[in-house]
């Protein structure tokens, strides 16, 4: 598969128990069923997997090693993106822990001797697909999601913001439904 291949790669975020379909998973997966037929797609739930703390080495050792296990798998699934998508619920007008946990770790491969992680982020697109209960309050996360993008000269993709609730509640908003249906399409 060339680099050149889309290739997106969804991040999930929502902590709610597994088999319980969150809103902001529930409105990407409208978002990812109209990309093209055949686009290939990879998801990870973060909250499912062992994400190590992370710590900042770079006053002492100041490289990090390749990672191992599920941060390994996270590596190499941004690396082989093109796309990579946060489906990130707000949580105290902010991203869920299990996410901030994944970006700090962008930090530490930034570091990976022989491994120029920077410079292949800046070929792939950012985006966030997100719900909470109130817009205008989403925008500090919203904002931050996308400095982090600005941060790695990744393209911005922009934000799919939906209001959730209870499991379903995101499905009455047919404004963002509408959204969904091309907001991961090429503008
Ligand atoms: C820990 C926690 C913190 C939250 N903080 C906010 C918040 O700051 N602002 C807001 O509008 N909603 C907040 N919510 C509500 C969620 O954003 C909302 O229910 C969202 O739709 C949940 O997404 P999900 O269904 O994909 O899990 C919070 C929910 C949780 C569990």
């Known amino acids: 598969m060339s680099n050149t291949t889309p290739h997106y790669l969804f991040l999930t975020t929502s902590t709610r128990e597994s088999g319980h379909l969150g809103n902001t998973e529930w409105l990407a997966q409208q978002a990812a069923a109209a990309l093209p037929a ?3 797609q990879t998801w990870h739930h ?3 997997m062992s994400l190590p703390p992370f710590v900042d080495l770079r006053h002492t050792v100041g490289t990090y090693p390749v990672p191992e296990g599920d941060l390994k798998t996270l590596l190499d699934a941004t690396l082989a993106a093109t796309h990579i998508v946060f489906v990130s619920p707000v949580y105290w007008f902010s991203i869920p822990s299990p996410l901030k946990t994944y970006l700090d770790h962008w930090s530490g491969w930034m570091r990976v001797p022989g491994l120029p992680f920077k410079e292949q982020m800046a070929a792939k697109s950012l985006f966030l697909i997100t719900t909470s209960g109130d817009r ?3 925008q ?3 904002d931050s999601v996308e400095l982090c993008a600005k941060f790695l000269s990744m393209p911005w993709g922009g934000a799919l913001w939906g209001k ?3 499991p379903g509640a995101v499905q009455a908003d047919a404004q963002a439904v509408a959204q969904a249906a091309h907001f991961l399409l090429p503008k």
């Open 38 to 40: 055949g686009t290939v």
């Open 46 to 48: 973060l909250a499912r």
């Open 136 to 138: 205008a309050k989403a």
């Open 140 to 142: 500090p996360m919203i």
């Open 164 to 166: 959730g609730g209870p």
